[in-house]
């Protein structure tokens, strides 16, 4: 798990602060920042993560889904981490390895 903060940490630099939310999910908050820089660099982590590494001698293959959400400055915190976790729920169901933006149709 240290390795593969640090290896998100060194794409992020100073753009984007990483946190752990649960067993095998992270939030990243980014500084006031377009969209497409965002995806851009989730684009970069989903890319260095799908692949193979050597796990204490074990060959694991690794997949990385994410979920975007762009909040404004009225939501609170509980909303703006449902949006993204809803986003978050259709990469996963949808494909793996991929982003998914949050939009309105994704309400429930």
Known sequence: MRLFCKKIKEI???EG???RF???EFLILFKETDIK???NYIQKIIDKFNNIFELEGKEVFVTL???VYKSNKKEGLYEIIRRASLALYVSKNTGKSKLTIFQKKLKK
């Open 65 to 67: 889904s994410a979920g």
């Open 37 to 39: 820089n965002v995806e």
């Open 12 to 14: 992020l630099k100073d």
């Open 22 to 24: 649960g067993e095998d």
């Open 17 to 19: 602060i990483l946190f």
